[in-house]
């Protein structure tokens, strides 16, 4: 099917000079949900007549994107509107925000992107996907506001994930026969080494691992495995309980103030410090999470064993 190409009339060629090797300064990371930007380019997108779609790039953004490569968290709702105007402004409804990147010659958005981040001449940027970005021009200061509420949500529910997998790695600890990398607090890396999906939602998560033949492999032991899923549980439900009764505070360290800088979550847990990689948004305290549990459930898709381990955050 080719798709209707879009009237570029109105839009703003690529400037390499501004964009080209320029990641985005992101704000999100540091819990910020409101920022003034400039807009470096704005881009009519293929799409159907009825459903225009633009791209609008800022220089800086607190609206947290999408990441095609590991979608777990999804985008923050927002609106966009000029910083300054003589008469009344009707504020533009974010539709989607999305990692895109661009070599200063196109912009390619999500799954279309060629490059890693920080391959040399390439900018990885956050798309701010709009219904109609022509009234806005080059060079023009916006304000961007996020939907606070939602993004906590969708916070609380990221930080009580990366907890869940720290309980469920200890909870399978004693199902290893060989030696695998460990996580931040020692236990084998079940988590990182299982896991095919994670879909971050308010308050709660949704994480799936295949029991794959290179999972046995490895040296995990799945044998009764189902009728062992409520002791598994309970353990992990009891850890979490453990570690969302204290006063452990959670933060997000960043290497620098760029998209592709790297980012980890960082949690003080009462057994240690603990560091993940990670490019969400999170909880500032084990306190904030309130209560936190897990439900497990054992499946079966094409013959593989799925594990699915939905996380409830309790605030």
């Not at 998560?205 to 290179?214: A, E, F, H």
């Not at 899923?229 to 453990?242: S, T, V």
Request: hydrophobic content about 40%; some cysteine.
């Amino acid at each position: 099917m080719t798709l209707p190409q879009p009237d570029t009339s109105d839009t703003d060629p690529i400037d390499a000079g501004k964009l080209s090797g320029t990641d985005t300064i992101v704000s999100y990371a540091r819990g910020d949900t409101a920022n003034t930007g400039i807009v470096l380019h704005r881009e009519a997108l293929p799409s159907a007549a009825d459903d225009p779609r633009w791209a609008v790039l800022l220089d800086t953004t607190s609206c947290h994107p999408v990441n095609a490569g590991w979608p777990d968290q999804g985008a923050d709702r927002a609106v966009l509107q000029p910083a300054a105007s003589s008469g009344p402004v009707q504020p533009m409804p974010v539709l989607d925000c999305v990692v895109a990147a661009t070599d200063g010659t196109a912009l390619l958005l999500g799954a279309d992107i060629p490059v890693r981040p920080g391959t040399p001449g390439w900018a990885f940027v956050v798309a701010h996907i709009v219904e109609d970005a022509s009234g806005l021009a080059d060079g023009e200061r916006v304000e961007l506001v996020v939907d606070a509420a939602y993004r906590r949500a969708l916070s609380l529910g990221h930080s009580g994930c990366h907890l869940a997998a720290l309980a469920l790695n200890r909870a399978m600890a004693d199902r290893w026969g060989k030696e695998v990398r460990a996580d931040g607090l020692g236990s084998p890396d079940f988590d990182g080494i299982a896991i095919e999906s994670s879909r971050i939602g308010e308050f709660g998560s949704v994480d799936t691992y295949r029991l794959n033949k290179s999972l046995r492999r490895k040296g995990f032991d799945a044998e009764g495995l189902a009728d062992a899923l409520p002791e598994i549980g309970a353990a992990i439900n009891a850890a979490l309980a453990e570690w969302t009764g204290g006063p452990g505070q959670i933060r997000v360290g960043a290497e620098g103030p760029r998209l592709s800088d790297r980012r980890h979550w960082v949690c003080e847990l009462p057994d240690g410090t603990v560091r993940i990689p990670c490019g969400g948004t999170h909880a500032s305290s084990l306190a904030e999470l309130g209560t936190v549990t897990v439900a497990l459930e054992l499946g079966d898709v094409d013959g593989t064993p799925v594990l699915t381990m939905r996380t409830t955050v309790s605030a």
